[in-house]
């Protein structure tokens, strides 16, 4: 893999146990549009250091790969989807999450959250707060809405 130039990778989640997820990024630092659809717990993205994936310009993934990914890259698309999200803390949608996005060495300016299934007043008030260049958003319901939600 090293010798293909890769501008794009998207792993969805029928390969959620490719063992060396971790050593391909390392290895293609063109990536400029990056899609981890899967649980990714088990593959160690937290051992990526800043200087790989230097291109980075969109990504889409769980709350917990957003948090690892996004900051100090130049990221200014991002979607997070929270359909398999870890039950654990670090998977939650939350204040941590808008600070590591805000991280980001570009204007974050598109975001795109499916489906939700939060308080949805609270976080647009910390989305606000902590990317307030967003331009493009893109909301995808778990369930209908209801005009008290």
């Known amino acids: 893999m090293a010798q ?9 989640q029928g390969y959620a146990t490719l ?3 971790t050593k391909l990024l390392q290895m293609q630092p063109n990536i400029r549009h990056l899609e981890l659809r899967s649980l990714i717990s088990a593959w160690n993205l937290d051992q990526l250091t800043e200087k790989d994936l230097p291109k980075l310009e969109t990504f889409a993934g769980s709350p917990r790969s957003v948090k690892l990914l996004v900051p100090g890259r ?10 398999k999200i870890d039950t654990r803390q670090q998977d939650k949608i939350g204040e941590h999450l808008w600070v590591e ?6 204007t974050v300016s598109q975001l795109i959250l499916s489906p939700f299934d939060f308080d949805l007043y609270q976080e647009f008030q910390r989305a606000a707060f902590y990317l307030p260049k967003v331009r493009h958003l893109r909301l995808r319901a778990r369930r209908k809405l209801n005009r008290d939600d």
């Open 4 to 12: 293909m130039p890769l501008t794009k990778l998207i792993i969805r």
């Open 74 to 83: 130049p990221v200014h698309s991002v979607s997070i989807d929270a359909l």
């Open 19 to 21: 063992p060396q997820v």
């Open 101 to 106: 996005l805000s991280r980001s060495s570009a």
